[in-house]
């Protein structure tokens, strides 16, 4: 068991790492972003004043500060789209782990209630994969519309998001409550649990620029 779950981490790293590559290609490709290295003091002080409203504010300003340089300063909403797009990345990352895991146990047989977890935890992760994707398309339509059906964009991204919340919660719930290994369990957990922190940080981000944006229409309107 121990030989083949070494095989198996080897050969998951390698594809993720390939999945993460071809996908923040097409990403960057369609917001036309680019991550820099020039990130300079007033830049990460930037990207840590828009990250004061998330509860993991480190993970906030790693995920936001390679987009941010002394010459480019993404607004808010580019910063809460960014911040979607990069848990979508990571959720379809995890997705693929949970995936592979629930595969290779499935053709072991080597224990039926890991098994078991698994693919209910994958269940949970395909669901949210399906919410934070129309979360972020969704807010594509919202920047298109300008004015028009703001409100509603805005309602149905933080439905989205918040339900993409309680099903990585749940599959996080679903491990725990199973006789797994402490290695094996560790390892999907931390990959959840970062998916889990991204979502309420891009939800964060989304709520703070939607709120400022409003209140500055309220200003403008005579």
């Known amino acids: 068991m ?10 998951s790293n390698q594809m993720a790492h390939k999945i993460l590559s071809n996908f923040l290609i097409i990403f960057l490709a369609i917001f036309g972003l680019n991550p820099t ?11 840590e004043h828009q990250c004061r409203s998330t509860i993991y504010i480190e993970l906030c300003i790693r995920t936001l500060l390679p987009f941010a340089s002394k010459t ?3 607004g808010p909403e580019q910063l809460a789209r960014i911040s979607l797009s990069m848990c979508l990345v990571k959720a379809r990352l995890t997705k693929a782990y949970v995936n592979m895991v629930a595969k290779d146990l499935n053709k072991t047989k080597i224990n039926a209630r890991y098994y078991e977890a698994m693919t209910d935890c994958l269940s949970q992760i395909n669901d949210g994969v399906s919410q934070i994707t129309q979360s972020v398309k969704e807010q594509q339509r919202m920047v298109l519309d300008g004015e028009k059906h703001f ?35 560790g390892m999907i957990k931390t990959r959840v649990l970062n998916v889990k922190h991204l979502a ?3 939800l964060a981000l989304f709520n703070r620029f939607t709120t400022r944006h409003r209140g500055s229409r309220v200003i403008k309107t005579p």
């Open 2 to 11: 121990h030989n083949l779950l070494k095989i198996y981490i080897s050969k």
């Open 200 to 202: 309420s940080n891009a």
């Open 72 to 74: 480019n300063a993404p």
């Open 37 to 47: 290295v020039e990130c300079g003091s007033r830049a990460r002080a930037y990207v």
């Open 151 to 185: 409100t509603w964009h805005e309602s149905n991204v933080q439905t989205w998001v918040s339900t993409a919340l309680t099903d990585v919660t749940t599959c996080l719930d679903m491990i725990s409550d199973k006789a797994i290994g402490g290695k094996e369990k």
